[in-house]
């Protein structure tokens, strides 16, 4: 089965502060995909990034970096420099091999609620 | 390019009314998803479709049914709402996996439903 646990429900964090938000993830597939989303107060999910199983270099992009170890079936995000825009819901997934013509399916993880105070 | 629509964005159901959630995307993606999202349980699958014509069950699929007559629509339908049902409905598309393995979804604004 596959799964994906985020163990940091909330996190509070002050302006300019970096924060890493933890994901594990699970399944039995050799070839999977990784993604993190944004869910902003308005409600809307934003994709931030796609990486494949096979490529575990780390990605960063501005003030976003995103930490990929197959070792310990993590894919960790950090913000550096957290600003109050960041403030948000963010959402680890993981989509497997597709299996029968079963489509892309993603499984979430529960969610990590950050606050960036001023 | 409107990308993913959802219709209504809110609505209030009384027990045992029906409605039906109407997903619509202009991408001319092949696959088309349904999720409900609940406090503290992240998104969890309901139904989905991978071209026309089909549809297949996910995680949660009891107490929905769904249909997708057209590539860009995909119709998300509650026979007898209940308030277990109470939720936010995000309707989502992508490639398949032929065009781009792993593909990204795009997810439409969510729909809150209230049962009462």
């Known amino acids: 089965a596959q799964k994906v646990t985020q163990a940091q429900t909330e996190i509070s964090v002050v302006e300019k502060e970096d924060v890493t938000l933890d994901c594990v993830y699970e399944?039995?597939?050799?070839?999977?995909?990784l993604f993190w989303y944004k869910q902003p107060p308005s409600g809307e999910l934003v994709f931030l990034i796609r990486r494949n199983s096979f490529d575990e270099q780390n990605e960063i992009s501005g003030r976003y970096s995103w930490n990929f170890q197959k070792s310990t079936s993590s894919f960790n995000f950090t913000i550096t420099a957290s600003q109050v825009v960041d403030s948000a819901v963010y959402f680890c997934?993981?989509?497997?091999?597709?299996?029968?013509?079963?489509?892309?399916?993603?499984?979430f993880g529960q969610g990590t609620e950050l606050s960036v105070k001023p | 390019n409107a990308g993913v629509t959802q219709t209504p964005k809110f609505r209030v159901l009384k027990t045992g009314q029906s409605m039906t959630l109407l997903c619509a995307q202009d991408m001319n993606h092949e696959y088309m998803y349904w999720y409900r999202q609940d406090p503290g349980m992240g998104l969890r699958l309901i139904h989905y479709s991978v071209g026309e014509g089909t549809t297949a069950k996910g995680e949660v699929p009891d107490g929905y049914n769904v249909s997708r007559l057209k590539k860009q629509n995909f119709l998300l339908g509650l026979e007898s709402a209940a308030p277990s049902q109470t939720s936010v409905y995000f309707c989502a598309s992508s490639y398949s996996y032929r065009d781009s393995p792993g593909p990204e979804q795009f997810f439409g604004p969510g729909t809150r439903l209230t049962v009462l």
């Open positions: 399944t039995r597939d050799t070839t999977y995909y």
């Open positions: 997934a993981l989509s497997g091999v597709e299996r029968y013509n079963q489509g892309g399916k993603l499984i």
